[in-house]
């Protein structure tokens, strides 16, 4: 039997049903993660020992019947961004190239307390500033559906993993796209959760106000399960929200019947490639032969999400990374001259230049004379855009839009023009201003091979009906898998 | 003629809040501990640690602002200022600028026969910052979290103050209203209540506000004097010499009773605040300030008039012990135990006053306990110890809190009451001073004065005076 | 394009930032900022008059924690990724006064 294709789902009905063994399911990933990684290189940290430790003693737990959940022995692979205690949690920054947490993130406990065995810490854009997962200090992570090509991000080295099937599904974190943009490039499904469903105690920050954890599988099913066990309400995150229901697998449900769907048209114009939207179209068509009614209407403001997000996130993060400073963890440049120069060669060493150029950012239009002009100006227009979902939310259960203009660029192609990739965020950003749930599911793939994903969005609170609308969509096709991992090179 | 000068002065005060914890954790703010002991992820910045505020600390500011006259902020929200310095582990504070707690209050104060209103511009919440101490064997610094995420508020003035009196009157008012909520125990020393002192010089008569400086590190009200009248003549003989003062940030040594620049090239004091995103806006309902105004305990001026009505005390000695809540809380506690007010209040005014004057210490570093000084009263109500020996017990009490009954017994300071032992020290006495005798007997009153003297030397002071008085005449009369 | 940013603002923003930039980091760093300023004012295309900030995007307040002490000593795991420490304490160049 081939563990390593199942999904996290079935694979924790077999590990119940006592046909696999959590030590079997742990090592059959680390055996695919020896096979991948030198291809792929999804992982910053990959912890085989403490895996296996692990595996043995909630194999224990299920054996007793404390662990009775779907996701008990299932192994999984967390963004380097989520606190991790005494594993290395790198940020995929050379500035905490050492460092080891001494508390686990909240999401990551979730996880524990339903039997999950973390195999390794997954690579990232560096703090998650980037879409290619080249920016990290450890190297790229390729996409397994073409080595050429960039896993997207930040979260790429979590949606690499999954679609590599190095394990069976991981936790990204999305601020700006980082978990629906890689999810669609790499063909794997990925839910950006209601700002607030997930603790943030424990991820380590990019832009407070924006960052969200969420669910990395290879379909619907898995991520709703894993989101049902993540999400929670957390006293230590002052914006975590207390919602009614944590109940997300129920809304696995194949009907689509009377549901509406708005198309937004400024996201399907100009800057969007044509096979892109063929097949979303496509896809759009099949949840419209379900039943669903769908209209195209205008949603306005689509070109402003993006020039406000980068003074928005950037000032956070200006903010946020400054703790990072040589004095209490991380790294200490070896030789200065006083404090502020121990201060600026730790920081100018430790930082690689996208990290460096949205710090500059953000401290520039948060300095003296500029913070209206910039900072509550983007204010404003975060409240415009939220005003704009909310109209639309009125009309429509779910708005269908790409989670990318285009499918993974090839590697290499990206850093040079910081713009024109920031410029690819231009679906997935507007939904991290105003807060909603998105999901990116597969849809198929474009003349060269690589993956075209779908994103659903869905009103605050409203996850159910994105995953009803994704879940019924999947149920007409099935998983498709890269050659690489078919090969089982 | 020389150019007469006014200073105008505004304070930004800093009070360390009296709550367990921190404002954004769980740690405990207890004073000392080795250090980095009362620290966590949140206090010390760790990656992926976040804040979660402490209601009491938004309760305790309520009520400050209320009790000086501010407009409470019924939407409040905090702000991060950024700054890069070891004692702040996250490089920014948490604090607030755009929405503080509370606005435009007054507190009234008087410095002799003038009596005035200082405005309160605003007062906010923060977090305060952790210690650094220089380490002189290599000559670095060590940095200690422990008072890190100490909650703050930081009350700021309008620069009503023209004098170093005004300043310490004000800080006298605000100490007091802050002591007896409960919100804090301000003590200058130990750091829990500090002041910068906002200072400008204008020639008198003009209206426009010279340029201000900023002075720090001012850890008494003598320093703070001392500060106010050293950065005037600063300020005057800059512009005597047709230089101009420069706004700056300037560090009070007082030791070296003179002031120094901190500005550095590395320090652009260009804070960069900006909403802090991981704590939420705090609604402030009339409610909610309704039930903080009804938990409000008794004031000074409630305190005073109770005084005088319930235990009969006089205006001035009730205007001194209410001055410190501190000193309040020991006469009320005392008095309760030994149901005298009166003497309670006599040994307040009277030796624990002097010893304060003679240690150079504030009503609030009392340490001895009612229970000690309401069981002198008693030995002193029951003629067991003679006043002079109180006096002397008193001293030990107020130093180290001892228990006066057992010191008594331990070193035999008892008055001697047994007749016996007394008329044979008066006999002696009386054959020692003829002169004396015979003074007293021709009519000189002052001579028996000092005869009792000789008589209590000779007792070592354990007698009791009354008694040697009447026994003394006794004994002259028959002889 | 619009946006100039001066030699002493990269200077300035890098004292700011705590950032030590080579010549030719320094000549990046302008002529990105430049871009994204330009791109970052066409939000001045929006009339956002009367419209409020919004920091927190969704409408909860009071989120308060109850003044009990729960954490005990924390010094361990706090000095325990201190790249330099000494007597309990971080060691830090000297700090002025």
């Not at chain 1, 204010?379 to 415009?384: C, E, I, N, Q, V």
């Not at chain 3, 729960?70 to 304490?89: E, F, I, R, W, Y």
Request: glycine letters at 8%.
């Amino acid at each position: 039997m081939d563990i390593t294709s199942l999904t996290a789902v079935e694979l924790g009905k077999k590990i119940k049903a006592k046909e696999i063994s959590v030590v079997d399911a742990v090592k059959a990933s680390i055996v695919q993660i020896e096979k991948m990684e030198k291809d792929v290189h999804s992982f910053v940290t990959i912890d085989k020992e403490g895996a296996l430790k692990r595996a043995e003693e909630v194999q224990k737990l299920i054996d007793h019947g404390t662990l009775t959940g779907p996701l008990a022995g299932v192994p999984v692979a967390i963004k380097d961004n989520m606190c991790t205690k005494d594993m290395l949690t790198t940020c995929s920054s050379k500035i905490l190239g050492n460092f080891k947490p001494t508390f686990t993130a909240e999401a990551v406990l979730n996880l524990e307390r339903a039997g999950a065995v973390i195999i390794g810490k997954t690579n990232m854009d560096e703090f998650a500033m980037g879409s290619t997962t080249e920016t990290s200090y450890y190297g790229e992570t390729k996409n397994p559906w073409n080595l050429n090509h960039v896993p997207g991000g930040s979260s790429g080295g979590s949606c690499a993993a999954v679609a590599a099937e190095e394990c069976p599904y991981a936790l990204g974190s999305d601020t700006g796209g980082s978990i629906r943009q890689p999810s669609s490039f790499c063909g794997v499904v990925g839910i950006k959760p209601t700002y607030g469903t997930v603790s943030r105690y424990g991820l380590i920050a990019y832009g407070s106000s924006l960052d969200q954890i969420g669910p990395i599988a290879k379909d619907v099913a898995d991520c709703a399960t894993i989101l049902e066990a993540i999400a929670s309400h957390d006293p230590k995150d002052s914006t975590s929200i207390a919602r009614e229901k944590y109940d997300f697998t129920s809304a696995l449900v194949e009907d689509v019947e009377g549901m509406k769907i708005g198309i937004p048209k400024d996201y399907f114009g100009d800057g969007l490639d044509k096979e892109v939207k063929e097949k979303i179209l496509e896809a759009v068509k099949v949840l419209e032969e379900k039943g669903a009614i769908v209209e195209e209407f205008d949603l306005s403001l689509v070109q402003y999400a993006i020039p406000a997000y980068y003074v928005i996130a950037s000032a956070e993060a200006s903010s946020n990374l400054s703790r990072f400073d040589g004095v209490k963890y991380g790294y200490r440049t070896q030789e200065y001259e006083g404090l502020h120069n121990m201060y600026k060669k730790t920081r100018s060493e430790g930082f690689g230049a996208e990290v460096k150029r949205r710090i500059m950012l953000g401290s520039f239009v948060l300095s003296s004379g500029y913070y209206d002009a910039y900072y509550l100006k983007a204010l404003r227009t975060k409240a415009l855009i939220k005003q704009a979902f909310d109209n639309a939310f009125a009309k429509y259960d779910v708005i269908i839009a790409p989670a990318s203009p285009t499918t993974a660029p090839e590697l290499g192609k990206s850093l040079s023009d910081p713009l024109k990739m920031y410029l690819g965020d231009i679906y997935t950003i507007s939904v991290n201003l105003a807060g909603l749930p998105g999901i990116s599911i597969p849809v198929g793939t474009d003349s060269k091979g690589l993956p075209v994903g779908m994103q659903i969005i869905g009103n605050c609170f409203e996850e159910n009906k994105i995953i009803r609308v994704a879940y019924t969509f999947e149920q007409t096709r099935t998983y498709e898998r890269p050659e690489l991992v078919k090969e089982g090179r | 003629m020389a150019k007469q000068y006014e200073t105008v002065i505004g304070l930004e005060v800093h009070v360390e809040l009296a709550t367990k914890t921190k404002i954004f954790c769980s740690c405990s703010t207890e004073f000392g501990g080795a250090p980095n002991t009362h620290t966590c992820p949140v206090c010390t910045g760790m990656p992926g640690s976040l804040p979660v505020l402490n209601k009491q600390v938004v309760e305790y500011a309520m009520a400050i602002g209320l009790a000086t006259n501010c407009d409470i902020t019924q939407v409040c929200k905090f702000d991060r200022k950024n700054y890069f310095y070891p004692d702040n582990p996250q490089n920014y504070q948490i604090s607030q600028l755009y929405l503080p707690i509370a606005r435009n209050g007054y507190v009234e104060i008087e410095v002799g026969d003038l009596k005035k209103k200082v405005r309160i511009h605003e007062m906010h919440m923060e977090e305060d910052a952790g210690k650094l101490v220089h380490d002189e064997w290599d000559d670095t610094s060590l940095v200690d979290y422990n008072r890190s995420g100490v909650p703050l508020v930081e009350i700021v003035s309008e620069p009503d103050m023209r004098s170093a009196d005004e300043v310490i009157a004000y800080l006298e008012k605000l100490r007091t209203i802050i002591q007896y909520l409960g919100a804090s125990d301000c003590k200058l020393q130990e750091g829990s209540m500090r002041a910068d002192v906002n200072l400008s010089v204008r020639e008198v008569g003009t209206e426009k506000f010279g340029i201000r400086t900023e002075m720090k590190n001012l850890n008494s009200f003598k320093a703070i004097a001392r500060a106010i009248e050293g950065e005037r003549e600063r300020q005057i003989e800059l512009l005597e010499e047709g230089k101009e003062v420069i706004q700056e940030t300037r560090r009070w040594d007082d030791n070296k009773e003179s002031s120094y620049a901190m500005r550095s090239k590395e320090d652009a004091q260009d804070y960069r605040y900006f909403p802090e995103p991981d704590l939420v806006p705090i609604v402030i309902s009339d409610e909610w300030i309704a039930k903080i105004k009804a938990q409000q305990p008794e004031l000074r001026t409630e305190k005073l008039e109770r005084y005088k009505k319930e235990f009969d005390i006089p205006q001035y000695d009730a205007e001194i012990i209410t001055n410190s809540k501190h000193m309040a809380d020991i006469f009320e506690a005392t008095t309760a135990i030994c149901k005298k007010p009166k003497k309670v209040s006599n040994w307040l005014m009277v030796e624990t006053l002097r010893l304060l004057k003679d240690h150079d210490m504030e009503p609030e570093d009392i340490k001895f306990s009612p229970e000690n000084l309401a069981k002198l009263i008693g030995l002193t109500e029951a003629g067991t110890v003679n006043s002079s020996v109180a006096k002397e017990v008193f001293e030990k009490i107020f130093a180290e809190d001892i228990d006066p009954e057992k010191y008594v017994e331990e070193h035999g300071l008892k008055t001697v009451n047994d007749e016996g032992a007394l008329i044979e020290v008066l006999e002696k006495v009386i054959a020692d001073h003829p002169q004396a005798v015979a003074d007293y007997k021709g009519g000189k009153e002052k001579a028996l004065g000092a005869l009792v003297g000789q008589t209590m030397k000779a007792m070592k002071g354990k007698a009791n005076p009354g008694m040697v008085n009447q026994k003394l005449k006794e004994m002259l009369k028959e002889c | 394009m619009a946006n100039k940013i001066s030699d002493e603002t990269i200077e300035y923003v890098g004292i700011l930032a705590k950032l030590e930039l080579s010549g030719e980091e320094k000549e990046n760093a302008k002529a990105d900022m430049e871009k994204m300023l330009d791109y970052i004012d066409t939000l001045n295309e929006l009339d956002t008059e009367g419209i409020e900030p919004m920091s927190h995007v969704f409408p909860v307040h009071n989120v308060f924690r109850e003044d009990v002490v729960v954490n005990g000593d924390g010094s361990k795991d706090t000095l325990a990724n201190a790249p330099l420490m000494k007597d309990n304490s971080f060691k830090v160049p000297k700090t002025i006064g």
